[in-house]
């Protein structure tokens, strides 16, 4: 199964995909996780790696699918944290996994704008940097997630995150939690 956590940055897609990992790979340990930063730094002599425009984020998103399919066909779960501003990127994890579980961390841009834990926000911002999804590369809603996490709803606590990730993914019963 691929769970493959949507959300801009800052919503915690990290965060909670790194607990859910832990928890998921105890009870099957051909789990691993995969964080699209990391894809980038892995790939990082490739020119395109460090290219945040759209085509630059095209290429990633792609990589990252390509490599969910390949470690799915050999039946290795993932959990993967990804941005995902390509709904057809989406659609296309749906068709092509064998089992896929899309979870959208629903977070307010003011929120966003308060953590900013990299500051990526306030230097897109003031203007000092571009190629910002939300601030200025259009961030589409994911259509179709199996579970949306909202501000709101949950107050995106990470052990409510990852205990509904959980849940309704079916790795574990939600009679026995």
């Known amino acids: 199964m691929v769970i493959w956590l949507i959300g801009l940055s800052g919503s915690g897609k990290t965060t909670v995909g790194k ?31 460090r290219d945040y ?20 066909n050999y039946n290795i779960n993932i959990v993967a944290s990804v ?9 296309w994890n749906r068709k092509n996994f ?4 899309q979870v959208f961390l629903d977070v307010p841009m003011n929120t966003l704008v308060k953590r900013d834990t990299k500051n990526l926000y306030k230097e897109a911002l003031s203007g000092k940097i571009k190629n910002v999804v939300g601030v200025d590369i259009d961030f589409p809603k994911p259509r179709n997630s199996n579970l949306i996490l909202t501000q709101t709803k949950s107050q995106m606590a990470v052990d409510f995150c990852v205990k509904e990730i959980l849940k309704k993914s079916g790795i574990i019963d939600e009679n026995k939690s």
């Open 98 to 101: 064998k089992k896929y579980f």
């Open 53 to 72: 425009t759209l085509k630059g984020r095209r290429l990633n998103a792609e990589r990252i699918s390509r490599l969910c399919l390949w470690l799915d």
């Open 19 to 49: 607990e859910v990992f832990r928890i998921w790979k105890k009870k099957s340990p051909q789990t691993i996780f995969l964080d699209g930063d990391e894809v980038r730094d892995i790939f990082s002599n490739e020119n395109y790696s």
């Open 83 to 91: 941005l995902s501003v390509f709904p057809d990127m989406q659609d």
